[in-house]
């Protein structure tokens, strides 16, 4: 089994044991955050887990990732909340579409704000790229994400 499958950081209820770069689904962060109750993907568009990350979260990613691997950041709203049929009380009893786990590598590449490679952080559609405390983002638009998603190309 690849190590960045559907669901491999558990869900808010039930942690992952030994999950990859030690996250769990629906973790919180305080300091240096870059993210809010993001969304992560693999590269075949497949939903990890959520939860907010952090500058360290990002180096772990960066240093950790397979040479065949990414990770992939979309915003809470583009990952979960255009999913929801039906509200409740918390978001994670609320009802989805069965895609919301899988929404596949198209949607994934037009929603993403960030990506991760090995050593590489891409920021998607900024139109420039950026330093974040000391870590560079190269900009790429959203079919060059696919294209890296889909066929492992270079930018």
């Not at 709203?77 to 609320?94: E, K, L, N, P, Q």
């Not at 950026?130 to 066929?151: C, D, E, H, R």
Request: charged share 25%.
């Amino acid at each position: 089994m690849e190590r960045l499958h559907k669901g491999v950081f558990g869900s808010e209820f039930m942690p992952a044991k030994n999950a990859p770069f030690g996250f769990q689904t629906g973790q919180q962060k305080f300091i240096n955050k870059l993210t809010h109750n993001s969304g992560w993907y693999n590269k075949k568009g497949e939903k990890l887990g959520f939860g907010d990350l952090d500058v360290n979260d990002l180096r772990l990613i960066i240093a950790g990732l397979e040479p065949d691997e990414m990770f992939i950041v979309l915003s809470e709203h583009d990952s979960f909340w255009r999913f929801v049929t039906r509200v409740s009380i918390i978001g994670s009893m609320a009802a989805t579409k069965p895609d919301e786990k899988a929404p596949g590598p198209q949607y994934v590449s037009e929603k993403a704000m960030y990506a991760f490679a090995k050593g590489i952080a891409y920021t998607i559609n900024r139109g420039r790229d950026f330093v974040y405390m000391g870590i560079p983002f190269i900009n790429l638009s959203s079919a060059q994400l696919l294209n890296l998603m889909t066929k492992g190309g270079e930018k």
